[in-house]
T-cell receptor, first 113, second 114 residues
Framework: QKEVEQDPGPLSVPEGAIVSLNCTYS??????FMWYRQYSRKGPELLMY????GNKEDGRFTAQVDKSSKYISLFIRDSQPSDSATYLC?????????????FGKGTKLSVIP | DAGITQSPRHKVTETGTPVTLRCHQT?????MYWYRQDPGHGLRLIHY???????DKGEVSDGYSVSRSKTEDFLLTLESATSSQTSVYFC?????????????FGPGTRLTVT
């Protein structure tokens, strides 16, 4: 079992829809939970991070962490064509002198006008 | 882009040749990382550095070496390139201090080994 599982999609939604992206994990040592957005042929861009269980909101984006279920989600409200990208979840734990990130494989999202 | 540049941005090379990729940062952060990204595998850590001349291996370090002689530069070398090393390579930095778990990525280098 991989430490981080993420449905690769692809996921296609109409403009204005609510999008839900999810990851599960198996390593209880993960402390920080992050979402990256990656446009085609670009580097990943940090969208949001959370530390504890619960919700964190930033504009149209909400990150949710449930440590008891080892499950994290990213919700996008009022999705826009500019949200079309691959979304990567990442989880961090401290080891060997630095924070190490473990990534999901990414979910490709297309928002259709 | 967190002040990170990578060079070259694209490279085609032949099997068996040595290749060096360069990552340059402008903000003197202590931690730097090299990842590769492949379809079906996501981002995987190759090597990382926690200071000048201080480096360590990541998940997929076989066939790669790194060097860091200056804070701003982190070099990744493929000693003898193989077709399995065809990939997109990303450099990342993490900021010093309390937020050092956050990593910021460069634009990537697309390497093709023929």
């Amino acid at each position: 079992q991989k430490e981080v599982e993420q449905d690769p999609g692809p996921l296609s939604v109409p403009e204005g829809a609510i999008v839900s992206l999810n990851c599960t994990y198996s390593n209880s040592a993960f402390q920080y939970f992050m979402w990256y957005r990656q446009y085609s042929r670009k580097g990943p861009e940090l969208l949001m991070y959370t530390y504890s269980s619960g919700n964190k909101e930033d504009g149209r984006f909400t990150a949710q962490v449930d440590k008891s279920s080892k499950y994290i989600s990213l919700f996008i409200r009022d999705s826009q064509p500019s949200d079309s990208a691959t979304y990567l979840c990442a989880m961090s734990h401290y080891g060997a002198g630095s924070y190490q990130l473990t990534f999901g494989k990414g979910t490709k999202l297309s928002v259709i006008p | 882009d967190a002040g990170i540049t990578q060079s070259p941005r694209h490279k085609v090379t032949e099997t068996g040749t040595p290749v060096t990729l360069r990552c340059h940062q402008t903000e003197n952060h202590r931690y730097m990382y090299w990842y590769r990204q492949d379809p079906g595998h996501g981002l995987r850590l190759i090597h990382y550095s926690y200071g000048v001349k201080d480096t360590d291996k990541g998940e997929v370090s076989d066939g790669y070496s790194v060097s860091r002689s200056k804070t701003e530069d982190f070099l990744l070398t493929l000693e003898s390139a193989t077709s399995s090393q065809t990939s997109v390579y990303f450099c990342a930095i993490s900021v010093d201090g309390a937020s050092s778990y956050e990593q910021y990525f460069g634009p990537g280098t697309r390497l093709t080994v023929t």
